[in-house]
C-alpha cells in the first residue's frame, strides 16, 4: 500500500493537470493533498483522481468560502469521516477518516498554521492529546506540520523548542515519523523560503506503533526535472509512505 500527501499550493490553479500526471505515475492507493480547495482546479483534480481509482474522497473544503485551503482525502477504499473529542478546531486544517482497506486504517490529515497566526501550538497540542489518546488501532497523521527538529531539519534556524517537543511528545507516546525512523540523520527538505532560498523538512508523516510493523519506506520526492524541484508543479516535495500488505 502506497500513501502519498502532498502540499499542491493555492489549490493547484493551472499545474492541476501536471500535478494529477505525478500522483498517477506514483500509483497511490491513498492521497492526502493540503491546500485543496473547493475551486474549479481543485475539483477537476479530484475528478482526474477518482478517474484513476481514486474514487472515494472525503475533503474538509468549504463551497461557502471556496478559496480557503483545506484538505482531501481520496483513496481506493471507502472512506469514512471520524471526529474526536481532542482534534484541532481549525476549519479546514485537519480530517481524520478511516479507510476500509483489506487491511484497514486510519489516516488524520493535517496542515498546521504558521507560527505567526497564533494559532499553531494549540493546533499542535491538540494532535498530541488525539495521539495520546488514541485507542483506535493502526493510524498514520500526516500532511504539512510546518515543524521540524531544530539544526536536522533545517538550513537555516528556524524551528522553535516546542516544535521538537512536539515531535519528540508524538515519539513518546508510540506516534515515529516514519522518514526519520528509516533515516536517522538524512538531509531532506521539502520547502524552501522563497526568498532566503533555505531548505526546512515540514511535512512528514507519524506512523503509531499499530501500524509501525507495517512500515516498508518512506521518501520525499520533487515533481520537478531531473535537478530536483525545478520546475515542480507545486513549492512542497511530496511525500511517499510505502506499507507491507
Known amino acids: 500500500m502506497r500513501i502519498v500527501a502532498w502540499n499542491i499550493r493555492a489549490g493547484g490553479g493551472q499545474r ?5 500526471r505525478y500522483l498517477e505515475r506514483w500509483a497511490p492507493d491513498a492521497v492526502v ?31 461557502r468560502n471556496p478559496r480557503a485551503n483545506a484538505l482531501l482525502v481520496a483513496a481506493r477504499w471507502p472512506v469514512s469521516p471520524l471526529r474526536l473529542r ?24 493535517m496542515h498546521v498554521p504558521n507560527r505567526v497566526t497564533g494559532r499553531k501550538y ?13 485507542r483506535l488501532g493502526p493510524a498514520l497523521f500526516l500532511g504539512d506540520t510546518n515543524s521540524g527538529r531544530r539544526g536536522l531539519d533545517e538550513e537555516t534556524p528556524v524551528f522553535s ?19 526519520r525512523h528509516l533515516r536517522a540523520e ?14 526546512f523538512r515540514i511535512d512528514q508523516a507519524f ?17 520537478g526535472t531531473r535537478r530536483g524541484r525545478k520546475g515542480a508543479p507545486s513549492d512542497h516535495a511530496a511525500l511517499l509512505v510505502d506499507f507491507h500488505e
Open 16 to 20: 492541476v493537470g501536471r500535478i494529477s
Open 33 to 63: 493533498l493540503s491546500e485543496f480547495r473547493a475551486t474549479p482546479p481543485s475539483l477537476e483534480l479530484a475528478r482526474s483522481l477518482a478517474s484513476h481509482g481514486l474514487s472515494h474522497q472525503c475533503t474538509s473544503a468549504s463551497r
Open 207 to 223: 506512523v503509531n506503533a499499530a501500524l509501525l510493523e507495517r512500515l516498508r519506506d518512506a521518501a520525499h520526492v520533487w515533481a
Open 122 to 134: 494549540l493546533f499542535l497540542d491538540s494532535v498530541l492529546a488525539c495521539a495520546r489518546r488514541w
Open 86 to 109: 481532542a482534534q484541532p478546531r481549525e476549519p479546514g486544517r485537519w480530517l481524520l477518516v478511516s479507510v476500509n482497506a483489506p487491511r484497514p486504517l486510519l489516516l488524520g490529515a
Open 186 to 199: 538524512a538531509r531532506a527538505y521539502t520547502w524552501y523560503s522563497p526568498n532566503g532560498q533555505n531548505g
Open 161 to 179: 523548542a516546542r516544535e521538537e517537543g512536539w515531535i519528540d511528545s508524538l515519539a513518546g507516546c508510540g506516534w515515529l515519523d516514519a522518514f
